[in-house]
């Protein structure tokens, strides 16, 4: 399963508040198929095979054009484990993990 950290960032909106596109592209997301999705305060994870990663990468870049954004950076971090199942829950659990058997909370 692919786990992806995506920005995006419309530019040149006239407003230095972006929620209102945050909120559409959390639309699109919920409207693509398999994939689990996370809203951070400064990104989004994307989970899924990596094709349907990709597939919601793309309609998340196009969303702010939809928008009448000018233009749009978009950054995205993939991490594509295929020797081990995985997702993002469980990447925190395991860290988690290895705290408290350090003796850190």
Do not use: C, N, W
Request: charged share 20%; hydrophobic share 35%.
């Amino acid at each position: 399963m692919a786990i992806a950290e995506v920005t995006v960032i419309p530019v040149g909106t006239g407003s230095t508040s972006l929620s209102s596109y945050v909120a559409q592209m959390q639309r699109v997301l919920d409207q693509q198929q398999g994939i689990q999705i996370q809203l951070t305060p400064m990104s989004t994870i994307i989970e899924g095979d990596i094709a349907d990663v990709f597939k919601a990468i793309q309609a998340l870049h196009e969303s702010p054009f939809e928008q009448g954004a000018g233009r749009v950076s978009t950054a995205v971090k993939i991490d594509d484990r295929r020797d081990h199942p995985t997702s993002a829950q469980y990447k925190i659990d395991s860290v988690r993990s290895k705290l408290e058997h350090s003796g850190h909370s």
